[in-house]
């Protein structure tokens, strides 16, 4: 059974930088595109980034273009997510996804979704 893990969130001064950690077991990861999605409390959750299988196309949503980067090591099964200039409305828990869609990944519905991981939560201080 395919399980994501994700790894890496935690407190953060608006500025800093947080790396995030997805490790896929169960499955064969490079046959998944990838993705990234927040859940910021009382609002519903939206896409961050995506990528495709072999790491050849990535995107973005808008409030993080420039300042996140998604990337993938598929031999360790795992998608990164590099976030910089952190901004206190970046505060949210962090969710890896993985399907065979990529436009699943980017456009849902998210319960359509293959896997989820469990979350991981991001605090940005101001």
């Known amino acids: 059974q395919v399980q994501l893990v994700e790894s890496g969130g935690g407190l953060v001064q608006a500025g800093g930088s947080l790396r995030l950690s997805c490790a896929m077991s169960g499955g064969t990861f490079y046959s998944y595109h990838m993705g990234w999605f927040r859940q910021a409390p009382g609002k519903e959750r939206e896409s961050v980034a995506s990528?495709?299988?072999?790491?050849?196309?990535?995107y973005y949503g808008d409030s993080v273009k420039g300042r996140f980067t998604i990337s993938r090591d598929n031999a360790k099964n795992t998608v990164y997510l590099q976030m910089n200039s952190l901004k206190p409305e970046d505060t949210a828990i962090y969710y890896c996804?993985?399907?065979?869609?990529?436009?699943?990944?980017?456009?849902?519905?998210?319960?359509?979704?293959?896997?989820w991981g469990k979350g991981t939560l991001v605090t940005v201080s101001s």
């Open positions: 990528i495709t299988w072999n790491g050849g196309i990535t």
């Open positions: 996804a993985a399907d065979g869609s990529i436009r699943t990944l980017r456009s849902g519905p998210l319960s359509n979704m293959d896997y």
